[in-house]
């Protein structure tokens, strides 16, 4: 199947700071990306969804001047979380899928994000 | 009418064993219906897929059995390993939500060697 690259695999970040988060497809173009939060043993919450070149739509509840999501090339989006907290802390997961893929969209390894 | 509700939250099997997983959803527009093995600290993995004009794929020691009119799906693992312990999640999208997946709660599995 197709890759999907994220980076870092884990950051931790003193409180106030801000953490960019990437996701990468590393052999197809990615038309539209998924951002999805994870608490342990919980299942992955859906935060937005981005088109390439497009801005983000956020699902209810998720700040958008929080969680600022970018996508502006077909192989890269990005999450940065702004003035983290330590309630930011989570694992977030991006997955991507391509334009040919009518339904299939491929994970990342995800972000272990620790704010103290 | 978002929602896919999956049982059991845990599962423990002996190895050789056979595990089962169920799915159920609301929503009849839905119509790709994949299933996620997610080992600890990484990104879910799709694992096998179906469309609803099919009532079964097989792949390998992975089955998943389809019933449209009771809107309800599952997985079964044959002969189970000690590798196949992990979360498993069903999970289901429309082409009107821009393929979103509306994730199951998540199944824990441990094989027993």
């Known amino acids: 199947g197709a890759v999907v690259s994220q980076h870092p695999s884990r950051v931790i970040c003193k409180s106030g700071t801000s953490v960019k988060i990437e996701c990468r497809s590393l052999?197809?173009?990615?038309?539209?990306m998924f951002w999805y939060r994870q608490f342990p043993k919980q299942s992955l919450m859906l935060m937005a969804t981005s088109n390439e070149g497009s801005k983000a739509t956020y699902e209810q509840g998720v700040e958008k001047d929080k969680f600022l999501i970018n996508h502006a090339s077909l192989t890269l989006s990005t999450l940065t979380v702004t003035s983290a907290h330590p309630e930011d802390s989570s694992f977030y997961i991006c997955?991507?899928?391509?334009?040919?893929?009518?339904?299939?969209?491929?994970f990342g390894q995800g972000t272990r994000l620790t704010v103290v | 009418q978002q929602q896919v509700k999956q049982s059991p939250q845990s599962l423990i099997v002996q190895k050789g064993g056979i595990s089962i997983i169920n799915c159920a959803y609301e929503n009849t527009a839905f119509d790709y219906f994949p299933w996620y093995q997610q080992f600890p600290g990484k990104g879910p993995a799709l694992l096998i897929a179906?469309?609803?004009?099919?009532s079964e794929k097989k792949e390998g020691r992975f089955t998943i059995s389809f019933n449209k009119s009771a809107k309800q799906f599952s997985l079964h693992i044959m002969d189970s390993q000690p590798g196949d312990s992990a979360t498993y999640f069903c999970a289901a999208s429309w082409s009107g939500s821009a393929r979103q997946l509306t994730f199951g709660s998540g199944t824990q599995l441990t094989v027993l060697p």
């Open positions: 179906i469309r609803p004009d099919v």
């Open positions: 997955s991507a899928r391509g334009w040919q893929m009518n339904t299939e969209a491929f």
């Open positions: 052999d197809f173009q990615a038309t539209t």
